[in-house]
């Protein structure tokens, strides 16, 4: 079955860094889009970033949801089935739970995620 393991999380102050990593398992990791997710409490699920599959000249493509503002960096690890986001910047907004999944669509099954908090 998927599993997905978040970690990287934690408290930083406004204009800090962090570096999470998502292990996958249960899915073919080399041939699936990932992607970076967040949720604040009372708020939706929302996108923050998404890193393609490798294609055969060893390229691939990110993208990132406005509100990154070029603060962050997606990038993937074939032989290790894990996923980064390389955050630089952090603002007290961007406190949430980060999740990773498949991108564009997400898989029904989520892991636990990982906390950021950034204070102001």
């Known amino acids: 079955q998927v599993q997905l393991v978040e970690s990287g999380g934690g408290l930083v102050e406004t204009g800090g860094s962090l570096r999470l990593s998502c292990q996958a398992s249960?899915?073919?990791?080399?041939?699936?889009?990932m992607g970076w997710y967040r949720q604040v409490p009372g708020k939706s699920r929302e996108h923050v970033a998404s890193v393609t599959t490798r294609e055969a000249n060893g390229g691939i493509a990110r993208l990132y949801a406005d509100f990154v503002r070029g603060r962050f960096s997606i990038s993937r690890d074939d032989a290790q089935n894990t996923v980064y986001l390389q955050m630089n910047s952090l603002e007290p907004e961007d406190t949430a739970v980060y999740y990773c999944?498949?991108?564009?669509?997400?898989?029904?099954?989520w892991g636990q995620g990982t906390q950021v908090t950034v204070s102001s």
């Open positions: 249960g899915i073919n990791f080399s041939l699936c889009h």
């Open positions: 999944n498949t991108s564009p669509r997400p898989r029904d099954t």
